[in-house]
């Protein structure tokens, strides 16, 4: 039960976000908004107020805003079809700047909570590659094989990046006095690890500031994550789908209200870089459309935008089978 709540929960919130967005700067450029829907299917409830239906329907697996002239021509001039460029291309990219606004929320409230991660140690496990080589408890680390340290996420990425028996040099300050430290990871799950773990500190500043880290870090990921897709170098297994992701939200809503606010966030800002893929169907796609025509002067011809739209909304559907069945469900079977 606790997962189906907590999976409802985020997936309302990242789809109410993500058309709220897409409904609230159309609204602000005089678009002319016919319904506004969260969920799919049968409607449960609607109300009407103004020139605009509000509705909440049946399955939680996503939302539309219906805009005049979105998907078929109009004459009225508060038509999508009839403002700007400019205008459209707003309307289009809303939706995602409001995914990241959740996730950067999100995270400010979780590092406000637990603390934001320093470059401070603040945990050594006992008998851990670090407590052997002598690493202590509020060492400062300075750079990680010679590469200068900014954050701890730095730290954990040059430390899991380490190839198989090579030795990791910390260079740490402690108590103002520069020593340096060399270390024998050891491997669990197949990444190199020391055993240690950050300082946290707790203020506004640094939450802010953590939070803004912590997205921009997800979106980096996520796109190195597609480079390797492409170069034909990564693991599909290691994706997930509809049912992973609801796994993992279950999973973390188990631990507190704390950890289901840190996956609304990770989903938040994963469901902001996706939709801004340049993929027919997807709003990236769409803006790319419109960012043609700007060049060109041009429309594109709207039988192959919805062909080619068609085509890409196929190959995202068939690309979340793949995951789930050979993703999801494998990774079920082998337990």
Do not use: C
Not at 157 to 165: A, L, V
């Amino acid at each position: 039960m606790a997962t189906l709540i907590g999976s409802i929960i985020v997936f309302m919130l990242v789809i109410m976000l993500h058309e709220l967005g897409h409904f609230t700067v159309a609204k602000l450029v005089g678009i002319k908004v016919n319904e506004f829907s969260i969920g799919m299917g049968p409607k449960l409830i609607q109300k009407e107020k103004g020139e605009t239906k509000y509705s909440i329907r049946a399955l939680p697996i996503g939302g539309y805003v219906a805009m005049e002239g979105e998907e078929e021509s109009s004459d009225d001039p508060r038509s999508f079809e009839n403002v700007s460029i400019p205008k459209k291309m707003a309307v289009v990219l809303a939706g995602a700047f409001m995914n990241f606004v959740l996730a950067i929320v999100a995270f400010f409230f979780v590092a406000l909570l637990l603390g934001s991660s320093t470059t401070n140690v603040g945990v050594v496990i006992e008998n851990s590659p670090a407590y052997i080589a002598g690493v202590q408890k509020d060492d400062k680390i300075l750079s990680v094989n010679d590469k200068e340290i900014k954050s701890w996420q730095e730290t954990i990425e040059e430390i899991s990046s380490t190839q198989n028996s090579e030795i990791i040099k910390l260079e740490l300050d402690r108590n103002g006095e520069k020593i340096t430290k060399e270390i024998t990871p050891e491997l669990k799950d197949g990444v190199p690890t020391v055993g240690i773990g950050t300082k946290l500190e707790k203020s506004v500043s640094k939450s802010i500031l953590s939070a803004f880290q912590m997205t921009w870090y997800i979106v980096i990921s996520i796109i190195d994550v597609f480079k390797l897709i492409f170069s034909g170098n990564f693991n599909m297994q290691l994706l997930s789908g509809p049912v992973g992701v609801i796994s993992q939200i279950g999973k973390e809503t188990a631990k507190g209200i704390v950890y289901l606010i840190n996956i609304l966030g990770i989903i938040s800002a994963n469901l902001g870089v996706v939709n801004l893929l340049p993929i027919p169907a997807l709003d990236g796609g769409k803006f790319l459309f419109l960012l043609i025509e700007a060049i060109t002067g041009k429309k594109i011809n709207e039988k192959f935008e919805t062909t080619i739209s068609l085509i890409g909304f196929s190959f995202l559907i068939g690309l979340m089978l793949y995951v789930t069945i050979f993703g999801d469900l494998a990774r079920i079977i082998s337990r």
